[in-house]
């Protein structure tokens, strides 16, 4: 099954992928998402992509939870923000976190987590020294966004990927 499938859960996603954005169950949108699941995958199998290692599944659950309700703070925020115009005064800027996390399936994990947030951008991350370089829109307090960082993100992929 292995020789397949050998990404499984890969193969899967893109099926369910496939078929979502082709907004169809017509049976030619069905065959490219079978076709997309099985030959991807064998393709990273070529390139020797080392398969992800997940020690915690129930964890993913409420990083995911997480990561959900503070994209919809973060939408009220940015709207807030927009809405007010000049009339409230902002303060952005760049902080640097240092991180622990070395994996890159949690890194890079962790770089949609905060692009996807809206008010944060990934700048650039250091592998040497393990800082990152975020971007805020509305940098109030770099300790508390160090902290958010590294408690409520870094700490629960660490947890899922290490």
Do not use: C
């Not at 050998?6 to 169809?24: C, D, E, G, R, W």
């Not at 991180?99 to 951008?121: C, Q």
């Amino acid at each position: 099954m292995r020789r397949i499938l050998p990404y499984p859960i890969l193969s899967a996603s893109l099926f369910v992928a496939s078929v979502l954005l082709s907004n169809s169950l017509a049976p030619p949108s069905l065959a490219l998402g079978l076709l997309i699941a099985l030959f991807a995958p064998a393709i990273m199998l070529a390139l020797r992509v080392e398969r992800v290692r997940v020690k915690s599944p129930s964890a993913i659950l409420s990083l995911f939870a997480d990561v959900a309700a503070d994209i919809v703070r973060s939408n009220w925020a940015v709207s807030q923000i927009i809405v007010a115009g000049r009339r409230r005064s902002r303060t952005s800027g760049f902080i640097h976190v240092p991180l622990e996390l070395r994996d890159r399936y949690a890194l890079a994990v962790l770089a949609i987590i905060v692009t996807s947030t809206p008010g944060t951008l990934w700048v650039e991350y250091e592998p040497a020294t393990g800082r990152l370089l975020l971007h805020v829109l509305d940098l109030v307090n770099e300790e508390e966004w160090i902290r958010l960082i590294k408690d409520r993100y870094e700490r629960r992929l660490m947890e899922i990927f290490e």
